[in-house]
Every structure is written in C-alpha cells, then in structure tokens.
C-alpha cells in the first residue's frame, strides 16, 4: 500500500526555523518525484518545492533562498528545510508523491509562525 507520512510541523515564531519530513513507501521514492505543497484558510493549494528522480529541483518564488528540499534515498524519507520563517508561510503543508500511474498525498502537517 502507498503511504506518504509527514512530520515535523508545529509552532514557531518569526525568523526561526523547522523541518519537515515526509516518509514514503519505496513505490513511490523510487519510480517518481517527490515534492510539498501547503494550503493556507481560503487560498488554493501551491507547490512549494518538488524534488525529481534526477536530483533537480523546483521551488516557490516564495521560498527560495529560505527552504530546501532534500531525499535520503536509504531512508525512503523526503526533507523540507525551513528557515528566516514568516508568518505568511503559515499554512498545512502536504507531501506529495508522484508516479507514471498516480499522485499521492499525505495527510499533512501544520505549520504556524507566529509571535
């Protein structure tokens, strides 16, 4: 069975840091993209970063230069580094998984900055 499990989240304030993991099954690690998307009350979901099979990757113009993502392929797990957070980056972040024959998500995980 496919499962993405994400971790991580909490509460910080404003300019700190967390990271957030997303265990997955090997099905999914090892024959697609792996990525985060978050959604915040009232808006759509959106990428916010996406990480290939290649090793490239993609990120939010909101993100850049402040989180990185990152797989450990011995651990079936994918990383989102988080820093110089802002209270806009509050929001449920979800990890995604793709396949050639379908997407996955978990069941997310909530982030707040806050003071």
């Known amino acids: 069975q496919v499962q993405l499990v994400e971790s991580g989240g909490g509460l910080v304030q404003p300019g700190g840091s967390l990271r957030l993991s997303c265990a997955a099954s090997g099905s999914i690690f090892s024959s697609g993209a792996m990525g985060w998307y978050r959604q915040s009350p009232g808006k759509e979901r959106e990428l916010v970063a996406l990480?290939?099979?290649?090793?490239?990757?993609t990120y939010a113009d909101s993100v850049k230069g402040r989180f990185t993502i990152s797989r450990d392929s011995a651990k079936n797990t994918v990383y989102l580094q988080m820093y110089s957070l802002k209270p806009e980056d509050t929001a449920v972040y979800y990890c995604?998984?793709?396949?050639?024959?379908?997407?996955?998500w978990g069941q997310g995980t909530q982030v707040t900055v806050s003071s």
């Open positions: 990480i290939r099979r290649s090793g490239s990757t």
């Open positions: 995604y998984g793709s396949t050639p024959y379908a997407n996955y």
